[in-house]
């Protein structure tokens, strides 16, 4: 059973960094997409960027360009998500999920979520 597990979300002024955590847990991902959405109270869920787990290649919505980084640790099976210069827009319940969909932005071609981080940035 495949699990993956977020940790990290917290509470964070504006300006301030946070690092999320998705550890997975179940299986050896090798041809997906891990992604990280978040959702906003009264909000749909959007993409917030992915990273293919073999090739490596990173993608990122606009809004966060330059100031989040998604990485990978293939022996721990985890995939990172560092905040940087976080705003009070970035204030949301983030999640992390896999899947070998290529339209890795669609967070209903995902297969896998995890239980999701709340992470709230105050101004």
């Known amino acids: 059973q495949v699990q993956l597990v977020e940790s990290g979300g917290g509470l964070v002024q504006a300006g301030g960094s946070l690092r999320l955590s998705c550890a997975a847990s179940?299986?050896?991902?090798?041809?997906?997409?891990m992604g990280w959405f978040r959702q906003a109270p009264g909000k749909e869920r959007t993409f917030v960027t992915a990273?293919?787990?073999?090739?490596?290649?990173?993608y990122y919505t606009d809004s966060v360009k330059g100031r989040f980084t998604i990485s990978k640790d293939n022996a721990k099976n985890t995939v990172y998500l560092q905040m940087n210069s976080l705003k009070p827009e970035d204030t949301a319940v983030y999640y992390c999920?896999?899947?070998?969909?290529?339209?890795?932005?669609?967070?209903?071609?995902?297969?896998?979520w995890g239980q999701g981080t709340q992470v709230t940035v105050s101004s």
């Open positions: 990273i293919h787990w073999s090739g490596g290649s990173t």
């Open positions: 179940g299986r050896t991902f090798s041809s997906e997409f």
């Open positions: 999920a896999a899947g070998r969909d290529y339209r890795y932005t669609l967070p209903n071609l995902y297969e896998y």
